[in-house]
């Protein structure tokens, strides 16, 4: 059974790049990746390849433009992840975290206090490194909500916590 919605993928620095293709070909669901001309992509059966200019919010505006409700938007930009949840997409990171509206406040406000501590000389650790483990969870997440979107037409994703 084929799902109406599509993948949207913030191509740039994402690492699942291919359990999202192996994801969407066990479900038959068609995936979008957008990135800058700076970055390389490879086509795939069932992947739409966008290339956008290079400025600083190019693929956060195409993507904002064509995301709709029901689709399935991965980023790890938290400001892209609230548009997408606004327009009542399902947002994954690329660690396999669904963003719900909850969640956004709250990590958008952490990145503003770390902005700001940045901006007053302080250091603020980074991310820790993605590991093997963070792909399989990814895939298990993106699994799950394909499943649920596949069994359920209409379910809400973003309102369920995996």
Do not use: W
């Not at 690492?15 to 990135?35: D, G, L, S, T």
């Not at 994954?92 to 990145?111: A, M, P, W």
């Not at 093997?132 to 379910?155: A, C, M, Y």
């Amino acid at each position: 059974m084929r799902i109406a919605c599509k993948i949207v993928v913030d191509a740039d620095a994402c690492p699942v790049k291919n359990e999202i293709v192996q994801a969407a070909a066990m479900f038959h669901v068609q995936v979008m990746m957008v990135a800058s001309f700076d970055h390389r992509l490879t086509p795939h059966e069932g992947v739409e390849v966008v290339q956008v200019d290079r400025s600083d919010q190019s693929v956060d505006l195409f993507i904002a433009n064509q995301i709709k409700a029901d689709d399935i938007l991965v980023t790890q930009d938290f400001g892209l992840a609230a548009i997408g949840l606004a327009k009542k997409a399902v947002v994954l990171s690329n660690r396999g975290q669904i963003y719900t509206e909850q969640t956004i406040d709250f990590l958008l406000d952490r990145r503003h206090e770390q902005a700001k501590m940045r901006r007053g000389g302080q250091r603020a650790k980074g991310p820790r490194a993605f590991l093997k483990k963070d792909r399989q969870i990814f895939l298990q997440s993106l699994t799950k909500v394909l499943s649920r979107l596949q069994e359920n037409p209409g379910f809400e994703a973003n309102r369920y916590m995996c």
